[in-house]
T-cell receptor, first 113, second 112 residues
Framework: ETGVTQTPRHLVMGMTNKKSLKCEQH?????MYWYKQSAKKPLELMFV???????ENNSVPSRFSPECPNSSHLFLHLHTLQPEDSALYLC????????????FGPGTRLTVT | GQQVMQIPQYQHVQEGEDFTTYCNSS?????IQWYKQRPGGHPVFLIQ?????EVKKQKRLTFQFGEAKKNSSLHITATQTTDVGTYFC????????????FGTGTRLKVLA
């Protein structure tokens, strides 16, 4: 499945580094999402963009900064992360309105050292 | 805030046995979605239920939405090794919402 792609697939970064995660969807969808998946915890919604406008910000720390330059691309900028931020970061997209099925990318496995 | 609980957390079954996972919300839902995540993979959409008491079938999978729209279940008949993975429910609080609360998931292992 190549509908939603994410790069990089794996990332190891120190707590003082700055890095970015990239997501691209090729489905013509208008909504894009960032989720965090940690071991033994449910998927946590972080941000939602609809038509490049942020519609959900789920009390995420400011060390995570999203950017949605157009409806096909979504970034998550990371800086001064903590070890507890290590997780699988999943991007998803949906048709445009809420209550649509979400298509997930393969995720970026992030390790903060 | 809204919580979605799923039970059991883990289930090991012999191939050919049936399997059921249950999802319970602390609040009334507008709709519920189900996803499957294979080991090392990403969640893949299975189905969405909207109406009170709705039942939908996909081959060996049967999905139900409770009358009160606060609980849901997924039942697999005669499991196969390809059914291995984690099954998540995701509850939408309001119609048209982008915000889905995911359950903790049920990890299914099928023993051949």
């Amino acid at each position: 499945e190549t509908g939603v792609t994410q790069t990089p697939r794996h990332l190891v970064m120190g707590m003082t580094n700055k890095k970015s995660l990239k997501c691209e969807q090729h489905l013509g969808h208008n909504a894009m999402y960032w989720y965090k998946q940690s071991a033994k915890k449910p998927l946590e919604l972080m941000f939602v963009y609809s038509l490049e406008e942020r519609v959900e910000n789920n009390s995420v720390p400011s060390r995570f900064s999203p950017e949605c330059p157009n409806s096909s691309h979504l970034f998550l900028h990371l800086h001064t992360l903590q070890p507890e931020d290590s997780a699988l970061y999943l991007c998803a997209s949906s048709q445009g309105q809420g209550s649509d099925e979400q298509y997930f990318g393969p995720g970026t496995r992030l390790t903060v050292t | 805030g809204q919580q979605v609980m799923q039970i059991p957390q883990y289930q090991h079954v012999q191939e050919g046995e049936d399997f059921t996972t249950y999802c319970n919300s602390s609040t009334t839902l507008s709709n519920i979605q189900w996803y499957k995540q294979r080991p090392g993979g990403h969640p893949v959409f299975l189905i969405q239920l909207v109406k009170s008491g709705e039942v939908k079938k996909q081959k060996r999978l049967t999905f139900q939405f409770g009358e009160a729209k606060k609980n849901s279940s997924l039942h697999i008949t005669a499991t196969q090794t390809t059914d291995v993975g984690t099954y998540f429910c995701a509850g939408g609080a309001t119609s048209g919402t982008y915000k889905y609360i995911f359950g903790t998931g049920t990890r299914l292992k099928v023993l051949a």
